[in-house]
């Protein structure tokens, strides 16, 4: 006898006891790097993990981020690159309820110490195509190579908050390639990397390769009123780049 499986049905039921969570009785920090201690010291009470709170995973994440990024913002480049150097440990011999929690910060097994990193050679790049002939500029201490004069030097280097010497933020970096594109003139990339032979040295340079000259946009202008109904109207406009050779862009529609 041929029994029609698709009218056999089955109830399954979960039961789902929920347990006291894991909290942080004690929270303790071991950082054998003095300089690194001090930072950390500086801004603990930024911490995202406390004593008595809930041993949660994605808070333990997020102090991690926060240490890193903040050690980067004080001249450690590539802190934690490899995400090990940072790590929590739990004592759970006495009770897996309330634990004593220790963060770790160790470079190496050796606990071989930090170094700060400075800004070495600083170079902006204005070209085409790789093949371009570059003339070399320089304006207080950064370097300009550009194909040709379109565009002035002073106009490149306002944007450029960088300085050789100073030490490494990585703020400032991120801040100058956000300064460059905002002048809606370029694509941009960048390499960034440490001098070779020097473990303390960045050497930073930007690739800008220039937008078209003229750019058309087609757009819908809505307008909305209580009393007449709504009506769509395209709408052109038109940006002309690098107007005197300061970057300056003119939009008309």
């Known amino acids: 006898e041929k029994k029609d499986s ?21 929270y303790y920090y071991n950082i054998p790097d003095q300089n690194i201690k001090n930072i ?5 009470n930024k911490s995202i993990v406390k004593s008595n709170q809930i041993l949660d995973q994605s808070n333990l994440e997020g102090e991690v981020r926060r240490i890193t990024d903040l050690m980067r913002e004080h001249g450690y480049y590539k802190f934690n690159n490899n995400n090990e150097e940072i790590y929590f440990t739990a004592d759970t011999l006495t009770s897996r309820k309330n634990v004593p929690l220790t963060l770790d ?24 195509s790789n093949s371009d002939v570059l003339a070399k500029d320089s304006l207080r201490g950064i ?25 490494y ?5 991120d801040q100058t390639k956000k300064n460059l594109a905002a002048m809606n003139n370029f694509s941009i990339s960048s390499n960034i990397d440490l001098k070779k032979g020097s473990d ?15 750019e058309f946009r087609v757009s819908n202008d809505v307008t909305y009123s209580q009393i007449l109904n709504f009506g769509v109207s395209p709408a052109v406009d038109l940006t002309t780049r690098n107007l005197f050779g300061g970057a300056e862009n003119l939009i008309t529609s």
């Open 169 to 173: 933020n990585q703020h400032n970096l």
């Open 105 to 128: 910060i160790h470079k190496d097994s050796l606990d071989t110490p930090y170094k700060k990193t400075t800004i070495g050679h600083i170079e902006v790049e204005v070209r085409e």
């Open 143 to 167: 370097v300009f190579n550009k194909y040709n004069d379109d565009y002035k030097t002073n106009a490149l280097w306002r944007p450029v908050i960088l300085r050789p010497g100073e030490v």
């Open 6 to 26: 698709s009218a056999k049905k089955a109830k399954v039921e979960y039961k789902i006891l929920h347990k006291e969570p894991t909290n942080i009785k004690e």
């Open 200 to 214: 303390s040295i960045l050497d930073v340079k930007y690739i800008l390769t220039p937008l078209p000259k003229y």
């Open 40 to 44: 950390y010291e500086a801004y603990l």
